[in-house]
């Protein structure tokens, strides 16, 4: 399996600052063929599911805020929210879809300083 | 819009089957190249990727649970479930069921429903 960790566990941001959280797998997630990174991240506030904010790493969900972007290539990627809103606490977790199983890092929980 | 919506038995007891159903509104579920997904949750903890059925039929499961797991479609229905056989007090959580879309992106989930193992 391809083991996610993220970092921090959590973090306090005043609003309108930026809050950035990292992401890191076990093996890349970088497909050469089509040179895209397998690689997803959720905001997920409490009692709601999990929403899907990027994919491939960096490509924004319809609909998502442009405040929110998403770096990175390989093993190590960032999840950078650039104004932190009052709406965007809640806990982000990134996700691989490199391969089976599917497997999401531990989570980062976002409040507000 | 495709909405999903979780059933199920909220309570089950230890060493039984935990069945779930999955009901999608919106489109047919074997229209398109989606894969239906479960995920589940324990209260405060991380995202746990059961598995995932094709619109074929096909399955993948998540080694940790493969040998009681079971995810079947019945198109009939528009539905697709979830078999979890026996369930120990380490399988309560919240169960979501969601939809894979193009390039693995989980881009509609269901509300979840929250099942327990006790006596």
């Known amino acids: 399996d391809i083991v996610m960790t993220q970092s921090p566990d959590s973090l306090a941001v005043s609003l309108g600052e930026r809050a950035t959280i990292n992401c890191k797998s076990s093996?890349?997630?970088?497909?050469?063929?089509?040179?895209?990174?397998?690689l997803s991240w959720y905001q997920q506030k409490t009692g709601q599911p999990p929403k899907l904010l990027l994919y491939?790493?960096?490509t924004r969900e319809s609909g998502v805020p442009d405040r929110f972007s998403g770096s990175g290539s390989g093993t190590d990627f960032t999840l950078t929210i650039s104004s932190l809103q009052a709406e965007d606490v809640a806990v982000y977790y990134c996700?691989?879809?490199?391969?089976?199983?599917?497997?999401f890092g531990p989570g980062t929980k976002v409040d507000i300083k | 819009q495709v909405p999903l919506q979780e059933s199920g038995p909220g309570l089950v007891k230890p060493s039984q089957t935990l069945s779930l159903t999955c009901t999608v509104s919106?489109?047919?579920?074997?229209?398109?190249?989606?894969?239906w997904s479960w995920i589940r949750q324990p209260a405060g903890k991380g995202l746990e990727w059961i598995g995932r059925?094709?619109?074929?039929?096909?399955?993948d499961y998540n080694p940790s649970l493969k040998s009681r797991v079971t995810i079947s479609l019945d198109t009939s229905r528009n539905q697709f479930s979830l078999n979890l056989n026996s369930v120990t007090a380490a399988d309560t959580a919240m169960y979501f069921c969601?939809?894979?879309?193009?390039?693995?992106?989980?881009?509609?989930w269901g509300q979840g429903t929250l099942v327990t193992v006790s006596s």
């Open positions: 996700q691989q879809y490199y391969s089976i199983p599917r497997t």
């Open positions: 059925i094709y619109t074929s039929g096909s399955t």
């Open positions: 093996q890349s997630l970088l497909y050469s063929p089509n040179n895209k990174n397998y």
């Open positions: 919106g489109g047919s579920i074997t229209r398109g190249s989606y894969y």
């Open positions: 491939w790493a960096s």
């Open positions: 969601a939809r894979e879309g193009a390039g693995g992106k989980g881009d509609y």
